[in-house]
């Protein structure tokens, strides 16, 4: 069995990639993010070895319009070309890099060493927490957005060309209207489901929602099935958010935050897995708290 949380340490907003079995997290380090991103490589979710990457830095993520916030929620994906692809908010801004492998050495994806989204550049959002998809045809999405104050989430998402950093026309905003942050993308049987966080990352109001469309830019659609993992009734699980989410042996899985209860004055977070299945209407189910078998 893996228990919940999975990893000792205090981290949030995780991605994962699997590669020559053995798989890779990369998530903020809390508390608040740090100069670097955490990397956690394990072979079975029970032991795991923290490793350090080159980029993204601070100092090496730096604009004359970031914003004073550290390195936050990366997402990571395996190209058509088998180069890995990490999308990430530095500064308030989002990043792009590009690796042979897992660990690096990673680059910038632009020559100029500039954000691929300025924190200057839409104005009502925070452009933080980015999401790329690639869809089974192989084109690759990019989803970003968040408020500030904990209001006024924004989701802004745009089609990447095939160097997976121009954009292939203007970012549209998808906002559904409970959607705040930490959008990802997931398609089951041609239906694509747009997944966020709602409610504040410091409290119990912290939930996961998701919203159903006919394509990867929606128009997408709440209903009544909106939320399917949130603070549980006993407060053994609180404000769980801002995953992502991958598949073993035909198996969907949820990696996810929960907030560690503790009485300092700034939040901590551990990392915790679980699956996620969909009923026969195609609507995600509930995600049972409880941990899941091992996968080897």
């Given at each position: 069995?893996?228990?919940?949380?999975?990893?000792?340490?205090?981290?949030?907003?995780?991605?994962?990639?699997?590669?020559?079995?053995?798989?890779?997290?990369?998530?903020?380090?809390?508390?608040?993010?740090?100069?670097?991103?955490?990397?956690?490589?394990?072979?079975?979710?029970?032991?795991?070895?923290?490793?350090?990457?080159?980029?993204?830095?601070?100092?090496?993520?730096?604009?004359?319009?970031?914003?004073?916030?550290?390195?936050?929620?990366?997402?990571?994906?395996?190209?058509?070309?088998?180069?890995?692809?990490?999308?990430?908010?530095?500064?308030?801004?989002?990043?792009?890099?590009?690796?042979?492998?897992?660990?690096?050495?990673?680059?910038?994806?632009?020559?100029?060493?500039?954000?691929?989204?300025?924190?200057?550049?839409?104005?009502?959002?925070h452009n933080i927490d980015?999401?790329?998809?690639?869809?089974?045809?192989?084109?690759?999405y990019l989803y970003w957005?968040?408020?500030?104050?904990?209001?006024?989430?924004?989701?802004?998402?745009?089609?990447?060309?095939?160097?997976?950093?121009?954009?292939?026309?203007?970012?549209?905003?998808?906002?559904?209207?409970?959607?705040?942050?930490?959008?990802?993308?997931?398609?089951?049987?041609?239906?694509?489901?747009?997944?966020?966080?709602?409610?504040?990352?410091?409290?119990?109001?912290?939930?996961?929602?998701?919203?159903?469309?006919?394509?990867?830019?929606?128009?997408?659609?709440?209903?009544?099935?909106?939320?399917?993992?949130?603070?549980?009734?006993?407060?053994?699980?609180?404000?769980?958010?801002?995953?992502?989410?991958?598949?073993?042996?035909?198996?969907?899985?949820?990696?996810?935050?929960?907030?560690?209860?503790?009485?300092?004055?700034?939040?901590?977070?551990?990392?915790?897995?679980?699956?996620?299945?969909?009923?026969?209407?195609?609507?995600?189910?509930?995600?049972?708290?409880?941990?899941?078998?091992?996968?080897?």
């Amino acid at each position: 069995m893996i228990p919940n949380p999975v990893n000792g340490g205090y981290f949030a907003d995780p991605t994962i990639v699997k590669d020559k079995g053995h798989y890779f997290i990369y998530a903020t380090v809390d508390p608040w993010g740090d100069k670097e991103l955490a990397v956690l490589e394990t072979t079975d979710f029970i032991n795991f070895s923290r490793k350090h990457i080159n980029w993204p830095t601070k100092q090496a993520c730096a604009s004359p319009t970031a914003l004073d916030e550290m390195v936050w929620a990366p997402s990571v994906v395996k190209g058509k070309d088998n180069r890995f692809y990490m999308y990430v908010a530095v500064g308030g801004e989002v990043w792009g890099g590009v690796s042979n492998t897992p660990l690096g050495p990673w680059k910038n994806l632009k020559r100029d060493n500039t954000p691929m989204v300025k924190s200057t550049d839409y104005p009502h959002v925070h452009n933080i927490d980015p999401d790329c998809f690639i869809d089974t045809d192989g084109q690759a999405y990019l989803y970003w957005g968040s408020g500030y104050k904990w209001i006024n989430g924004h989701c802004m998402a745009v089609r990447l060309k095939d160097d997976m950093v121009s954009f292939d026309g203007a970012p549209q905003d998808i906002t559904t209207p409970h959607f705040f942050e930490g959008a990802h993308m997931v398609k089951y049987n041609q239906t694509y489901y747009l997944m966020f966080s709602e409610g504040k990352a410091i409290d119990a109001s912290y939930q996961v929602g998701y919203a159903k469309g006919a394509g990867p830019l929606g128009p997408f659609r709440e209903d009544e099935h909106r939320v399917i993992l949130n603070t549980s009734a006993d407060s053994t699980v609180i404000g769980p958010g801002h995953h992502t989410t991958f598949i073993e042996k035909g198996q969907h899985y949820i990696l996810y935050h929960r907030i560690f209860p503790q009485k300092k004055s700034f939040v901590l977070r551990q990392l915790c897995l679980d699956s996620l299945n969909f009923d026969l209407n195609g609507n995600i189910k509930k995600v049972s708290t409880k941990g899941v078998q091992r996968f080897n």
